[in-house]
């Protein structure tokens, strides 16, 4: 069963995945850059990361992404949508 939590996560990882597209970013570009794991940052934009995801985390991939963090927080209700469309795949692409 998915949890309120599980939900949140899952948008926010993507959003991150969203936005490291637009930038045309490779998830192993955006792991280097902020200086973590590549595997970290793939659960991370899973939804799948099954430790807290701390605000520090999200202060840099915010900053190595050149965005606010405050977007991948805030949600219209067409982004909740598509970010549960991007995720029905449980492989999330690179």
């Not at 597209?21 to 659960?43: C, D, P, R, S, Y």
């Not at 985390?57 to 219209?76: K, N, P």
Request: hydrophobic share 40%; proline share 0%.
């Amino acid at each position: 069963m998915i949890t309120k939590r599980d939900l949140i996560y899952r948008q926010i990882g993507a959003k991150i995945r969203y936005y490291r597209i637009l930038k045309g970013m490779t998830q192993a570009e955006l792991a280097q850059q902020i200086h973590v794991n590549l595997h970290m940052l793939n659960e991370i934009e899973c939804g799948k990361y099954d430790k807290n995801l701390l605000v520090t985390t999200l202060l840099d991939i915010a900053d190595g992404l050149r965005v606010d963090v405050s977007a991948f927080i805030y949600f219209t209700e067409q982004e909740k949508w598509i970010a549960c469309e991007i995720l029905k795949n449980d492989n999330c692409e690179k």
